[in-house]
């Protein structure tokens, strides 16, 4: 690790980490408050129809079958496309800084001429990177918080179950990190490498919708990164997700491995 490297990742990161960071806690706020109010007037019968029970069940990536409880609109303001788009963002604008953004924009060559390997480079631009994103998450959390308190009582969701949801997010974020890392370490622009990231989570989101539906989509669920993360059954159950979360986490520290290992290895020169 290099306290210059680390310095130098802060002041980069910082603008994109704020942005985030308070666009997920507004993100949060508003639909911790909205959500419950909604469930509130959503009849019972309304929910006995198959197309919404199963829209629900898509949206939340549970079994159309399941009873549908208040635990299942607790948990949208954590699954809720943008909340996700938000933190994937910040984990691919962070991850892919190094190497593709540097040789994208001329500056690598004089990155790599400090005193530092290449594997210390990429240690310290990876603690940046995580306790940024610690950040975020938590802006995130307060900003659920916050929404909470404007609902009845009976709907709020405890804050020991919003911080194991919380771990499980993180744990998803290390995993989409560690992706953006492989991409990044195998790439000379930022902007592709970004793209392809983002498809292949798009093409993960899209399984997990279509599993509820589609009967090929759900043998092949697991191959997406949001079958290892279901907050609705923590809400229901308040149990930890460890096997989840160990599945994404060992996925994550792969990635990363093996993108230090191009990086390492791999010419670099600016382009």
Same mark, same amino acid.
């Given at each position: 690790?290099?306290?210059?490297?680390?310095?130098?990742?802060?002041? /980069?990161?910082?603008?994109?980490?704020?942005?985030?960071?308070?666009?997920?806690?507004?993100?949060?706020?508003?639909?911790?408050?909205? $959500?419950?109010?909604?469930?509130?007037?959503?009849?019972?019968?309304?929910?006995?129809?198959?197309?919404?029970?199963?829209?629900?069940?898509?949206?939340?990536?549970?079994?159309?079958?399941?009873?549908?409880?208040? /635990?299942?609109?607790?948990?949208?303001?954590?699954?809720?496309?943008?909340?996700?788009?938000?933190?994937?963002?910040?984990?691919?604008?962070?991850?892919?800084?190094?190497?593709?953004?540097?040789?994208?924009?001329?500056?690598?060559?004089?990155?790599?001429? =400090?005193?530092?390997?290449?594997?210390?480079?990429?240690?310290?631009?990876?603690?940046?990177?995580?306790?940024?994103?610690?950040?975020?998450?938590?802006?995130?959390?307060?900003?659920?918080? $916050?929404?909470?308190?404007?609902?009845?009582?009976?709907?709020?969701?405890?804050?020991?179950?919003?911080?194991?949801?919380?771990?499980?997010?993180?744990?998803?974020?290390?995993?989409?990190?560690?992706?953006?890392?492989?991409?990044?370490?195998?790439?000379?622009?930022?902007?592709?490498? $970004?793209?392809?990231?983002?498809?292949?989570?798009?093409?993960?989101?899209?399984?997990?919708?279509?599993?509820?539906?589609?009967?090929?989509?759900?043998?092949?669920?697991?191959?997406? $990164?949001?079958?290892?993360?279901?907050?609705?059954?923590?809400?229901?159950?308040?149990?930890?997700?460890?096997?989840?979360?160990?599945?994404? =986490?060992?996925?994550?520290?792969?990635?990363?491995?093996?993108?230090?290992?191009?990086?390492?290895?791999?010419?670099?020169?600016?382009?």
């Amino acid at each position: 690790m290099n306290r210059g490297v680390m310095l130098k990742a802060v002041y /980069e990161s910082w603008p994109a980490t704020l942005m985030c960071g308070l666009l997920l806690a507004g993100v949060e706020a508003i639909v911790a408050y909205v $959500i419950p109010t909604f469930q509130a007037q959503f009849s019972e019968s309304l929910m006995q129809i198959e197309f919404i029970q199963t829209f629900v069940s898509a949206m939340l990536g549970i079994d159309a079958a399941e009873q549908l409880g208040p /635990e299942a609109f607790a948990a949208f303001p954590w699954v809720h496309p943008v909340v996700l788009a938000v933190v994937w963002t910040h984990a691919l604008v962070s991850c892919t800084r190094v190497p593709a953004g540097e040789v994208d924009r001329g500056t690598i060559d004089l990155t790599l001429t =400090l005193p530092v390997t290449r594997w210390g480079i990429l240690a310290s631009e990876t603690i940046v990177w995580i306790g940024t994103g610690v950040v975020v998450l938590l802006a995130g959390l307060a900003g659920n918080e $916050i929404g909470s308190q404007f609902v009845v009582e009976e709907f709020r969701v405890p804050l020991e179950r919003k911080l194991i949801i919380l771990a499980n997010l993180f744990c998803l974020y290390l995993a989409v990190g560690g992706l953006a890392w492989l991409v990044s370490a195998s790439s000379n622009r930022r902007g592709p490498a $970004i793209i392809i990231v983002f498809v292949v989570l798009l093409a993960s989101f899209l399984l997990n919708f279509l599993s509820q539906f589609w009967s090929v989509a759900e043998r092949i669920s697991f191959l997406g $990164i949001l079958d290892y993360y279901r907050p609705v059954y923590v809400l229901r159950d308040g149990s930890v997700p460890w096997y989840d979360m160990s599945i994404l =986490l060992a996925v994550g520290v792969v990635l990363w491995i093996i993108a230090g290992a191009i990086f390492a290895r791999r010419d670099v020169c600016t382009v």
